[in-house]
């Protein structure tokens, strides 16, 4: 089955990748396996999430975020989540869902300076 | 939960992509009636994990959406019900209670913070019916 | 602004409620000829009555004034007859509204000149019609007429509530004023008593401020709060943990010796948190996050 993969750029030893659709249903296991190919492929040290297109997270979409994020940790790259708008990060917290143990970032330049620190925890 | 009722829309959940409709149609609405980003994002969100619910517990229901006036208040009513199994202990699965229903229970707990009202009724063996509310505010 | 937005469904409810039906609309249509040679001279007269009334007299500053809106209002009349009743036509009588309601023009006035529309009509459809047409084709007037004037009715309750929610915005933007003491810091005092719904909304301005200005860090300064008890903390513990998920970092200041006691003795766990008594400690260990330090000026000799 054709799909239309979303576009990873790569920034030095970084990939960058920009999530402008809903991540619901099978676009979100293709999400994943694009962005765990090409760490594969490129053996990227960091990953940008940019999720400044998405106006709504909810569970299951975190969890594919943050499951992704413990994916490509395995694979010893660091990833770090930018970019959230302020109503996607209210909801998440009213729902009780902090995303704690996700790094993140305002957004793509800010994460690369995370990723060029030393990680806290 | 006595205000009158305006028009309402139903929407079968038969798919996983019937959940997104849901979603935009609920996105829609709110927007129409003035909600702003962070009660847009609240009713959105709540709306896809009961729909969600729906499906991946029941494996499908419906749903409905239908603005609602109260005097000077307009807000959007939601309902999802659905003919699965049920949920026993409905208490401590809203608190989280239970591992095997964990994704169940942090879908209706999370959800119930997001809207002004929430009702549930739950009969093992029979179906479960979700209804919630939630205001446009000033 | 708040517009006022009428679908399909809701014209065809009000339709149905206002008895505006087909028939109407295509009787109108079949007016037309006549509107057209009766419309100078009912609007010349509707302004008469405009402006031989010293109240409504004010809303026009000169004879140019009167004349543009003669000629609009020559367009408003004929569009009566135009046989439609539709979003498009639903939609410019809105905009008539939303321009009249701008200029403070009040609907007693929109209704007195309704008032005397029909007058005038029902004068001229004796005169050219029978009866029983003039009796019909006034009905139909008058069904869209009513239409028309709960419209303009609408426009000014849509305007009532846009000004209630700004005000109601505007005093939850002066009671939570977000500071910029640097580049990519922000800093919330937060004064007086916080009750859920308060800290809902100091979050969420807190939140677009944050994406707004890309800040890095933000001090909220809560050595103004009277009280601070669980509910109070739990609020600061969740727009931390939001701030945090937009990628910035929150110091809290302002914590008494009084309120670290509470805090403890209630078994609040913000161990996770940076806090601090002072806000200038707080400011400087936010400027420390963006790389900047406050030191002792050079002294130059």
């Known amino acids: 089955m054709k799909r239309d993969s979303i576009p990873i750029l790569r920034v030095g030893d970084t990939l960058l990748i920009t999530v402008h659709t809903e991540l619901h249903d099978t676009v979100a296991e293709a999400f994943q396996e694009d962005v765990l190919g090409a760490i594969e492929r490129s053996g990227a040290a960091g990953l940008i ?19 992704t994020g413990r994916m490509a940790r395995l694979m010893g790259t660091r990833s770090v989540l930018v970019g959230m708008r302020p109503e996607v990060a209210a909801t998440l917290v009213r729902m009780g869902y902090p995303m704690e143990g996700v790094e993140t970032a305002l957004g793509v330049d800010d994460g690369l300076a995370l990723l060029a620190t030393a990680r806290v925890r | 939960m006595d205000a009158p009722v305006d028009a309402v829309e139903r929407f079968t959940i038969q798919s996983e992509s019937d959940i997104a409709l849901v979603r935009r149609r609920v996105r829609e609405v709110a927007q129409e009636l003035g909600f702003d980003a ?40 939601l309902e999802f019900r659905d003919r ?12 989280g209670g239970y591992s095997t229903a964990r994704s169940l229970g942090l879908g209706l707990s ?7 009202e929430f009702h549930i009724e739950s009969t093992p063996g029979r179906g479960t019916l979700v209804e919630v509310t939630k205001w446009a505010r000033y | 602004m708040a517009r006022l937005k009428l679908d399909a469904r809701e014209i065809e409810s009000r339709r149905a409620f206002f ?6 609309l295509a009787r109108l249509a079949s007016l037309r000829t006549f509107a057209d040679r009766h419309s100078k001279e009912i609007v010349d007269a509707l302004y008469e009555l405009i402006l031989g009334h010293a109240d409504s007299r004010a809303f026009f500053s000169d004879e140019a004034m009167v004349q ?39 609907p007693k006035w929109y209704i007195g000149a309704y008032s005397r529309y029909l007058r005038l009509l029902l004068d001229r459809m004796f005169a050219d019609f029978k009866p029983a047409d003039a009796q019909a084709a006034f009905s139909s007037v008058k069904k869209l007429v009513a239409f028309d004037m709960a419209l303009a009715i609408d426009t000014y309750n ?67 709060v009277p009280v601070v008890d669980t509910r109070v903390a739990d609020h600061l513990i969740k727009t931390t943990a939001a701030v945090r998920l937009l990628g910035a970092e929150t110091i809290l200041t302002g914590i008494s010796a009084h309120v670290a006691r509470t805090i403890i003795q209630l078994g609040v766990d913000i161990s996770t948190m940076h806090t601090l008594t002072r806000l200038a400690d707080g400011i400087e260990l936010a400027l420390g996050l963006i790389g900047r330090e406050i030191r002792p000026a050079e002294k130059k000799s």
């Open chain 3, 19 to 24: 008895e505006l039906t087909d028939d109407d």
């Open chain 3, 158 to 224: 849509v305007a009532y509530l846009d000004t209630m929610a700004r005000q109601q915005a505007a005093i939850r933007e002066l009671s939570t004023p977000v500071i910029r003491v640097y580049e990519r810091v922000l800093l919330l005092p937060v004064v007086g008593t916080v009750d859920s719904h308060r800290a809902e909304q100091i979050m969420e301005q807190l939140l677009v401020r944050v994406v707004e200005e890309q800040a890095r860090a933000v001090i909220v300064d809560i050595a103004g």
């Open chain 2, 84 to 95: 699965g199994p049920g949920i026993p202990d409905l208490p401590r699965v809203l608190a």
């Open chain 1, 49 to 67: 999430i940019d999720i400044s297109g998405l106006d709504m997270v909810d569970s299951y979409v975190a969890r594919v975020l943050a499951d």
């Open chain 2, 38 to 77: 962070f009660a847009t994002a609240a009713i959105t969100t709540a709306a896809s994990e009961l729909a969600r619910n729906v499906w991946t517990h029941a494996h499908g229901g419906d749903s409905a959406i239908a603005r609602v006036l109260d005097g000077r208040r307009k807000g959007v009513r």
């Open chain 3, 68 to 106: 543009r809106v003669k000629s609009l209002q020559r367009e408003y009349f004929m569009g009566l007859f135009a046989g439609r009743c539709d979003v498009p036509y639903v939609e410019d009588r809105l905009r008539v509204g939303a321009v009249h309601e701008r200029i403070g023009l009040q």
């Open chain 2, 110 to 116: 999370g959800s119930k913070r997001l809207v002004d």
